[in-house]
Structure formats: structure tokens, C-alpha cells
């Protein structure tokens, strides 16, 4: 059984930095491209970052570029998520995803596991 957990959420105040991580299990970790999602309430999930197989090719939405880096761990079977410069646009629930398809191909429908995601609240 696939599981992917993420950890490392919480509250923060603009201008801090988060970083999240995501345990994965239950699947050949370097076979699946990994990603980072984020919904806000209210709205749509978006994507907000991803990572090939092994690590050396990284792609991140506009809103996030610069700001936050996805790194893997191959031999811990994780995933994170450095998340600096943080803004009050950036509160959402923040979901880990894993995907057998092109890393370039961004879309929530290219991913075939999600974790339970975890809360990121941004004050201003």
C-alpha cells in the first residue's frame, strides 16, 4: 500500500521560511516523479512544484520561482519542500504526490498518489 506523509506545516509570520517534508512508502521511489500542491480555501489545487526521479531536474510554478526549492532523498525515500520569503498567499494545505509521467507535465491528473497534505498559514 502506497502512503505518502507529509510533515512540517505550521503558522509563520511573512518573510519566514518553512520547510516540508514528505515520507513516502509502499512504492519504488525512484521510479516516480514527485511533486508539491498546494489548495488554498476556496480554492483550486495547484501545482506548485515538482522533481524527476533523480533529482536533477526540478520544475516550479511562477508564483513560487525563486522563493522555494523541492529536493529528494532517494535512499530516505523523501521529498521537501524549502519554502523562504514566505507571503500570506502562500496559506494553504500543501500536498506531496508521486507520478509515473513526464516530470514537464504539471498537471494533478499526471500523479497517481497524494498525501493527506499539511497546513501552511502565513500572518502578515
Known amino acids: 500500500q502506497v502512503q505518502l506523509v507529509e510533515s512540517g506545516g505550521g503558522l509563520v509570520q511573512a518573510g519566514g521560511s518553512l520547510r516540508l517534508s514528505c515520507a513516502a512508502s509502499?512504492?519504488?521511489?525512484?521510479?516516480?516523479?514527485m511533486g508539491w500542491f498546494r489548495q488554498a480555501p476556496g480554492k483550486e489545487r495547484e501545482y506548485v512544484a515538482s522533481i524527476g526521479r533523480y533529482g536533477a531536474i526540478t520544475y516550479y510554478a511562477d508564483s513560487v520561482k525563486g522563493r522555494f526549492t523541492i529536493s529528494r532523498d532517494n535512499a530516505k525515500n523523501m521529498v521537501f519542500l524549502q519554502m523562504n520569503s514566505l507571503k500570506p498567499d502562500d496559506t494553504a494545505a500543501y500536498f506531496c504526490a508521486g507520478g509515473q509521467g513526464a516530470v514537464w507535465a504539471v498537471g494533478a491528473d499526471t500523479y497517481n498518489y497524494w498525501g493527506q497534505g499539511t497546513q501552511v498559514t502565513v500572518s502578515s
Open positions: 509502499g512504492l519504488t521511489f525512484n521510479d516516480y516523479k
